[in-house]
């Protein structure tokens, strides 16, 4: 089963490629998404990391929850799934 985790307290000028390169040694990484502002295109300071391994997704956690990532203590646990507000984007 797929496990995501939420990566969270990232800097701004952090990249996708930056993430990929955190997360490199945990080897059944399957996808790596930073989020980004719609207007200006500049990360939103989080984002979500796909395993294919649910041990490997908890040795992520367990290594790299707290470490320190271009200058700021990151936040990594386990996804949430999205809250159903009722509101749709349009």
Excluded: C, W
């Excluded at 399957?30 to 980004?36: R, S």
């Excluded at 200006?40 to 929850?65: H, Y």
């Excluded at 707290?66 to 749709?88: C, L, S, W, Y």
């Amino acid at each position: 089963m797929r496990k995501k985790l939420y990566v969270g307290n990232l800097s701004y000028k952090a990249t996708e490629d930056d993430l990929k390169d955190l997360f490199k040694e945990f080897e059944t990484v399957t996808e790596v998404n930073l989020v980004t502002d719609r207007a200006t295109g500049r990360s939103r300071g989080f984002g979500f990391v796909e395993f294919s391994s649910d041990e490997d997704a908890d040795k992520a956690i367990n290594s790299l929850n707290g470490k320190m990532f271009q200058d700021r203590e990151i936040v990594v646990n386990e996804a949430r799934p999205p809250k159903n507000t009722g509101h749709r984007r349009y």
